[in-house]
């Protein structure tokens, strides 16, 4: 007979091994409670994210970020499975200064988190699946959330940039998908003490299938100072369609270029920068050509669309608002 973990750990590789691909298609309400945000910072933003998946590795993600009081961003992040590449674009200067990045790493995994809207990247701790970390996990015995029982493990050093976590994981008892998600990285902090950050499912739903939770939430608190404890950042958290089993172009996980757009390939070490406006022709630097694909169909339809050279990656530039550090 298997075990606890075993038997959840089955569940959790079903869930991550059963599509041949995956859509999910959200938007977050973000708002911070500091007082006194900078003049590049910003208390609240209703931003839209488009995330697909398929069994081959192949990944987009894109994300829209609506502030009240700025411009916000575009980023769409891709990964062919072999090379990524990414699209930044800061609004308040529209199409003057879009840019493309080349590395091996899709977004901004090389800190060591994965790169998935929620509530998906909670499959995860860190970039390991968490079918596969759970082997390792300690159990702390069994909670309630939202009205279902649940069973609680705890992961300690996991990566993040230069600051580890331990995390603990609330599984859902039925099917293993994570309802609560408890992040500890403060010297006081502990499973006997208050997380410095969680995410909460709001609901537990099916959709063809895949259990998920469609709404949720997420909050910071700060960590020092005067506010301690307070809370920093809430979040709310709506999944507007989850679709799988789809199929998609491979034109759909590689960037339309334009000769407009900046490419920094930092694979090749090579860069490429359009010509200057204004005529200064001799500022511009030709990259080294790379493979390109205008798709026919798809999420980035288009005709008559000069290509230019590379392999992308986005460097994602993720807008947080804290109060204190």
């Known amino acids: 007979m298997p075990s606890l ?24 309400e973000f708002a911070s409670d500091n007082p006194n ?31 009240s009081n700025i411009k916000g961003s575009l980023n769409r992040e891709y990964s062919d499975g072999k090379l990524a590449a990414g699209f930044y674009r800061d609004k308040d200067f ?60 705890l992961f300690v050093n996991v990566s993040n940039g230069s600051t580890p976590l331990d995390i603990i994981y609330w599984l859902d008892r039925e099917t293993a998908i994570p309802l609560k998600v408890e992040y500890f990285r403060h010297a006081k902090t502990g499973p ?14 099916i ?5 998920i939770a469609l709404k949720s939430a997420s909050v910071s608190y700060v960590l020092t100072g005067p506010d301690e404890g307070k809370s920093a950042t809430r979040n709310e958290i709506v999944v507007d369609r989850v679709e799988y089993d789809k199929e998609y172009p491979a034109s759909t996980f590689w960037p339309q270029l334009t000769p407009e757009i900046s490419v920094i390939d930092r694979v090749r070490s090579t860069n490429y920068f359009p010509p200057v406006k204004g005529g200064d022709q001799a500022k511009a630097q030709a990259g080294v050509p790379i493979r390109a694909e205008v798709p026919t169909s798809g999420l980035f339809s288009a005709s008559g669309i000069m290509m230019m050279a590379g392999a992308l990656v986005l460097t994602v530039i993720l807008v947080r608002t804290r109060r204190g550090t």
């Open 37 to 67: 945000p900078g003049p590049r910072e910003f208390q609240s933003s209703k931003n839209e994210y488009v995330y697909i998946e398929t069994a081959l590795g192949q990944r987009f993600f894109e994300r829209d970020i609506v502030p």
């Open 94 to 153: 529209d199409a003057e200064r879009d840019q493309v990045t080349i590395k091996h790493v899709f977004s901004n995994e090389e800190i060591g988190q994965t790169s998935r809207p929620e509530p998906f990247c909670y499959l995860y701790v860190g970039l390991e699946p968490l079918n596969n970390a759970l082997k390792e996990a300690q159990h702390l015995g069994p909670g309630r959330h939202i009205g279902r029982e649940c069973e609680k493990f």
């Open 5 to 28: 973990i075993e038997e959840l750990a089955a569940k959790l590789a079903w869930e991550l091994n059963s599509w041949r691909s995956i859509e999910i298609r959200s938007h977050q």
């Open 192 to 205: 006997d003490g208050k997380p410095h950050a969680l995410w909460a499912a709001k609901s537990l739903d």
């Open 207 to 211: 959709v063809q299938g895949h259990p």
